[in-house]
């Protein structure tokens, strides 16, 4: 069966970094959009970044631009995001997620993992 396995986040201080992880299994990775979402307390899920299964096309949300960065390495079926110049803000459960078509919305996002912590404190 598919599964999608966050790792990396944690406790952080205001403008440290963190790289989360997503490893893919039981699908074929190069065929899917991989992408990350987040959820913070009392708000609904939102999207964060996004990276097409072929070539460098990506898409973030504008609070993250230029602190974020998504990879993926097809070679080991995993994503990464690259978090850097953290923010308060920016503590949620992030939540990793595959979608056959490249989207920002989460109903293209058939698969998703169960998500890990990011607390980013001041």
């Known amino acids: 069966q598919v599964q999608l396995v966050e790792s990396g986040g944690g406790l952080v201080q205001a403008g440290g970094s963190l790289r989360l992880s997503c490893a893919a299994s039981?699908?074929?990775?190069?065929?899917?959009?991989m992408g990350w979402f987040r959820q913070a307390p009392g708000k609904e899920r939102e999207f964060v970044a996004a990276?097409?299964?072929?070539?460098?096309?990506?898409d973030y949300t504008d609070s993250v631009k230029g602190r974020f960065t998504i990879s993926r390495d097809n070679a080991k079926n995993t994503v990464y995001l690259q978090m850097n110049s953290l923010k308060p803000e920016d503590t949620a459960v992030y939540y990793c997620?595959?979608?056959?078509?490249?989207?920002?919305?989460?109903?293209?996002?058939?698969?998703w993992g169960q998500g890990t912590q990011v607390t980013v404190s001041s």
């Open positions: 990276r097409w299964s072929s070539g460098s096309r990506t």
């Open positions: 039981g699908l074929t990775f190069t065929w899917y959009t």
């Open positions: 997620a595959a979608a056959r078509s490249y989207s920002s919305s989460y109903n293209s996002y058939a698969y």
